[in-house]
């Protein structure tokens, strides 16, 4: 398979280029970066740190496209939403790692997956894709009985807490229990706060050093303890796991597909 990365001066674009160069099965075939980015031009071998590969970094987007089977792309919104349009011209897969997408955005990748297969996910890491859905199971297998905590250390530089993905743990576990996150959700605890309630799912925050991610979900019942633990100490995760979604939608007819469904754990899947 032909793997083009759009963004590729990026942080994840350039460990994307590694990773493409390295894994079996594919090949790069391009990449792209923005009109004014002083990296159009460069050699996508060097980009990733590496040896010259004779491929430039080009702002010619429709022809990278066109010359791939599947492009990842971890840029930004906006731009993500115009690529989607190009991948539905030119029948070429879509990854998209990229977060912070609104409506208009999704509402995008929704009309562009009517012609061909698009896989998003706001975390591509295939641990941690695995962790949302033993979450789900563990939670709707032990009931109520069992509380569920959620805690989560990151970096000393992460600005936002609880981290996106102690969220998605804590809809997981409310989606097994049947129940609207929203309305159990218990945030950090501080002075005199009384019993903990029922079928609340606290959450729990640490930050310091540089911690790529760690995220532990707890069911504390009487008499014993379950704890699911992920841990992350590479964003290189995330890249292996866009390739690999990558290589799952060869042949794959047209569709939005979650990282849940590449790894067949949907309910239907
Ligand atoms: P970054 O700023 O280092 O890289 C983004 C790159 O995209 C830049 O080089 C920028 O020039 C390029 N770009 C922007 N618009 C473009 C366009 N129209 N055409 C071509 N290139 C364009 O950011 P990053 O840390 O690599 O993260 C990128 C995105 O991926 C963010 O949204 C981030 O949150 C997300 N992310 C997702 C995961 C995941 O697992 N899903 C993991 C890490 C990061």
Not at 176 to 186: P, S
Request: proline share 2%; glycine share 12%; net charge negative.
């Amino acid at each position: 398979m032909k793997i083009a990365i759009v963004g590729c001066a990026g942080r994840m674009g350039r460990m994307l280029l590694k990773h493409v160069q390295a894994a079996e099965d594919c090949t790069l075939s391009g990449g792209t970066e923005r009109s004014d980015s002083p990296h159009l031009g460069a050699d996508l071998g060097v980009l990733a740190g590496g040896e010259p590969l004779g491929i430039a970094a080009s702002d010619d987007v429709e022809a990278v496209f066109r010359e791939a089977d599947a492009v990842i792309d971890f840029t930004a919104p906006a731009a993500t939403a115009h690529h989607a349009g190009i991948a539905a011209r030119t029948g070429t897969a879509l990854i998209v790692g990229t977060t912070g997408m609104q409506a208009e955005h999704l509402d995008a990748l929704a009309e562009a997956a009517r012609r061909v297969a698009i896989v998003q996910a706001p975390n591509m890491s295939v641990g941690v894709n695995l962790l949302f859905a033993l979450t789900e199971k563990v939670a709707a297998t032990l009931g109520i009985d069992y509380d569920i905590e959620i805690v989560e250390m990151h970096h000393r530089h992460k600005v936002d807490a609880p981290s996106g993905t102690a969220l998605g743990l804590g809809q997981a576990a409310a989606r097994g229990r049947d129940v609207e996150l929203e309305t159990v959700y218990e945030a950090v605890r501080d002075g005199h706060t009384g019993a903990r309630k029922a079928g609340n799912i606290g959450f729990a925050t640490l930050r310091g050093g540089d911690v790529v991610g760690d995220h532990t979900v707890l069911f504390a019942g009487e008499g014993e303890r379950i704890e699911l633990t992920h841990k992350a100490s590479d964003r290189s995760i995330f890249a292996k796991g866009a390739i690999r979604a990558a290589l799952w939608c060869a042949d794959r007819k047209p569709g939005l597909y979650s990282m849940r469904d590449m790894l067949g754990l949907s309910e239907d899947g």
